[in-house]
């Protein structure tokens, strides 16, 4: 077995990557590269129905973009191998599992087997009401290769069947999670390795890829469990080296159920989409389920490196808190400098439509009035909207405004001194200024004053902070706006 660490991350391309598998994926990556090991990607499509190359692309994607850069495995963008051990993708690997399957059937660890599904059914349903769980038996089991061979060249079909070895009563293994872990040998009895497709099924390619792609550590969730038994026998039927396994608890939804799309979001793309940095989001996952040595909770990628370890892992479930997520990613977004935050808003910002000025000190302006108060990315939205010019418009909640007999000389007041502003935005003290010279002006004071302003400024009396909001619009539209209240007025 290589000396080097090596884990791998074997991602079924059945749909989006869930953000179970993104934990599993970072634990196995941040072990490896804390050991100065190797991260390898393996992709597990070999079951034909669910597989598709789009989700594979989607998972890639995802891994790539949560910065889980691997050094062996297909390449995100181009899906080309990289590395000594590949190919990394399972259908491309048949050829080797059929020599395997060929040298366990030769040593007789294998055979094939002919019975039908309904003969299986019919085993099942005479074995309801007795202990255990149900086992094939196969009349197949001692037959030699050469009278199956003759069936199989006679045109029936058969799968290639483990035999299990009924002398051993248990297995056991030292999990780096959970500890000992101990399976009586009869709790699975003689299981496919190759169906009567030819295609070999998950447990069989995972023991070979993992032998041959030389992993030191395999780390996954406890659902796998049951398979490991699986895989142990195999790995022994093969004379394989066993890796150290590390089963991770389960992620549960608030409810304490298992996370599944109905708690909400439940991809890395769902959150990236909803305004989640990727260091946010592996800082989140990796405190779920793992406590850094010094209990700290805002985690940059290098420190999460450095600290990672197997000892601070629990192994009871961890349930998905998104309001921690959603603090964690703030505490990252306001770690990030300016330049790098607004090339990260601003393609938000177009999307959504929204006209804003270009100029450098208008932008640095804004960042500095907004990013303490952006959660996710997406936030900026709402924040930035009031801004947009193509935004504004007079809402119906304004209607009382416009009933009130002072309204009409607020609005008047407020565009008389904003006309004899000479500045092209005004400063927070400006702002304030100008809304005591109303209320003189005037002679109205409390929502009689503020209501009427706050309508003449973002079309509505309540929202956004307003000695915000202003600086950061420029007097032509201000007064373009109070031209339009006054319109109405
Ligand atoms: N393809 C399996 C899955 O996605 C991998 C399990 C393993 O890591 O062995 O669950």
């Given at each position: 077995m290589s000396s080097i660490v090596r884990l791998r991350f074997a991602p079924s391309p059945t749909g989006h990557l869930h953000v179970g598998g993104a934990r599993t994926a970072l634990y196995s990556y941040l072990y490896a590269k804390g050991h100065d090991g190797e991260f390898i990607l393996r992709v597990e499509d070999t079951d034909e129905e669910r597989s598709t190359e789009e989700a594979m692309k989607s998972q890639l994607e995802a891994l790539d973009w949560l910065g889980l850069?691997?050094?062996?495995?297909?390449?995100?963008?181009?899906?080309v191998d990289r590395g000594d051990?590949?190919?990394?993708r399972q259908s491309q690997r048949l050829a080797i599992y059929k020599k395997y399957s060929d040298q366990l059937l030769a040593e007789g660890l294998a055979y094939y087997c002919f019975l039908t599904d309904e003969e299986i059914d019919a085993q099942r349903e005479k074995a309801k009401?007795?202990?255990g769980a149900f086992q094939v038996e196969s009349p197949?089991?001692?037959?030699t290769l050469e009278q199956a061979q003759k069936r199989i060249d006679a045109g029936e079909n058969a799968v290639v069947r483990f035999k299990a070895?009924?002398?051993?009563?248990h297995y056991q293994f030292k999990d780096l999670v959970r500890g000992d872990v101990k399976f009586?040998?009869?709790?699975?009895?003689?299981?496919?390795?190759?169906?009567?497709?030819g295609m070999p099924v998950y447990n069989f390619c995972c023991v070979i890829d993992d032998a041959l792609m030389q992993m030191t550590h395999v780390f996954r969730s406890e659902e796998h469990l049951n398979n490991t038994l699986r895989q142990l026998m195999i790995y022994e039927a093969l004379g394989f080296q066993i890796p150290e396994f590390g089963h991770f608890s389960m992620i549960l939804g608030e409810d304490k159920?298992?996370?599944?799309k109905r708690h909400g979001a439940t991809s890395v793309q769902q959150f990236r989409d909803r305004g989640f940095l990727p260091d946010a989001l592996i800082n989140y996952l990796a405190l779920l389920g793992w406590t850094h040595p010094k209990e700290e909770?805002?985690?940059p990628k290098a420190d999460l490196v450095s600290s990672f370890?197997?000892?601070?892992?629990?192994s009871s479930p961890a349930v998905f808190d998104e309001k921690k997520l959603t603090w964690i990613n703030a505490n990252h977004i306001k770690r990030l400098d300016k330049d790098r935050l607004w090339g990260l808003l601003e393609p938000r910002l177009k999307a959504a439509g929204l006209e804003l000025p270009t100029e450098s000190t208008w932008i640095e302006k804004s960042l500095q009035v907004f990013s303490s108060y952006?959660?996710?990315?997406?936030d900026a939205v709402s924040l930035y909207q009031p801004i947009s010019p193509k935004h504004f418009d007079i809402d119906a909640a304004a209607d009382q405004v416009f009933e009130w007999d002072t309204s009409k000389s607020v609005f008047e007041a407020w565009k008389s001194i904003l006309s004899a502003t000479d500045s092209e935005f005004l400063s927070e003290e400006q702002f304030v200024q100008a809304q005591d010279q109303v209320k003189e002006s005037c002679g109205v004071k409390g929502k009689n004053l503020f209501m009427p302003i706050r309508v003449a400024i973002?079309?509505?009396?309540?929202?956004?902070?307003l000695k915000i909001l202003v600086p950061l619009v420029s007097k032509s539209e201000l007064l373009r706006r109070v031209d339009l209240v006054l319109a109405k007025a």
């Open positions: 850069r691997w050094d062996e495995g297909p390449d995100a963008e181009t899906l051990h590949g190919p990394y009401g007795t202990v197949y089991r001692e037959w070895d009924r002398s051993k009563t009586p040998s009869d709790m699975v009895g003689d299981f496919v390795l190759l169906r009567s497709s159920q298992k996370l599944s909770e805002i985690l370890g197997l000892d601070r892992i629990t952006l959660e996710t990315l997406e973002i079309g509505k009396p309540h929202g956004a902070e």
